[in-house]
């Protein structure tokens, strides 16, 4: 009698399935137990029942696509890219919508009550002129007239004078002389802009020299155009008056400008000098003024004349103008 043969048995239940599970899923088993016995030679035990579900819930069952159909995979991807509406697909649903002026008697639409914040915003959407007059009639007309520009308080009184001639009179005597503080505050600053701008000393050198000029010259222009514009803006408004003191208060102020040790550098100065002057000859051929007056300008026209000679023809002219009215 021969050795006996070592029959391998295998399960009848786990053929259907072996045949059920997926292909790769087939040869990845095959490979895992064999290298699992491959220390039993001889040995190869089959999967059992509850194995077979355990493996086969470890990976998600592929589908098997054919190469030119591809309407299943893209139904298959759409369903984890799909975005879930926002609103019920049902065609019958119906929206509601907001009214916001009464509808008919159809419709079915009642008007809120007139207590209701609802009623109040309707009125006000349909009489928007109205409550805009009644807001700006309950403002006093100073606070108004406070947020108007120069040239609209302009022009209002222009069209109020038009209307009311016998009111020009009475707002003329009432017309207070015009306020210069402003404008001196202004060069004062721009004089004291230009006393900063000055360098540090160097050893040896000047404070009005070529080096320092150069630092400072931008503010002494800034100086002169201000100081001119002012003046003209004055004169252009037919204020003799305060043209007047205007020019005698920038005079003190050009004449505390620093001078320089070149005589080139000085220009700016000399030019305020003479802009000055020229409003001052303006001022003195179209003012109407009392002699008393006139005496207290050529005080300040003879003051001015030892700063700078080139207000002298003004001294000339004030005298004439006093000869004139003895």
Known sequence: MGTPRTTHVFRQSSAPL????????????????TERNSNRPGHFLPVSPDEHVIMC??????????????SDLDEEVQ??????????????????????????????????????????????FD??????????????????LSSLTHSQLIDTLEELLDKHPELEQELQSRLPNPDLHPLQERLSQLRHNILRSFPPTRFGSSRRDSYCYRRV?????????????????????????????????????TARLPLWENSAHNRCRLSCFKGLSVLCMQALKESRLEKEQYREIRKQILWSSYVCNEIEPCIKKVDSILDSLQ
Do not use: M
């Open 57 to 70: 819930r470890r990976q998600r069952p592929t589908r098997e696509y054919e190469p030119g159909n591809l």
């Open 217 to 253: 010259s931008t503010h002494i222009i800034a100086f002169k155009k201000e100081c001119l514009d002012q003046g003209r803006s004055l004169a252009s408004c037919r204020s003799w008056h305060a043209v007047f003191e205007y020019v005698f208060t920038a005079w003190a102020q």
């Open 18 to 33: 072996q045949e059920l599970r997926p292909l790769a899923l087939q040869h990845h088993d095959q490979e895992e137990y």
């Open 79 to 124: 369903q984890f890219f799909d975005t879930p509406p926002k609103t019920p697909r049902d065609v019958t649903a119906s929206r509601k919508r907001l009214h916001l002026s009464p509808a008919s008697s159809e419709g079915g639409f009642n008007p809120p009550c007139a207590s209701s914040p609802i009623a109040y915003s309707s009125r006000s």
């Open 127 to 144: 009489q928007p002129k109205a409550f805009r007059l009644q807001r700006q009639q309950e403002l006093p007309v100073i606070l108004q």
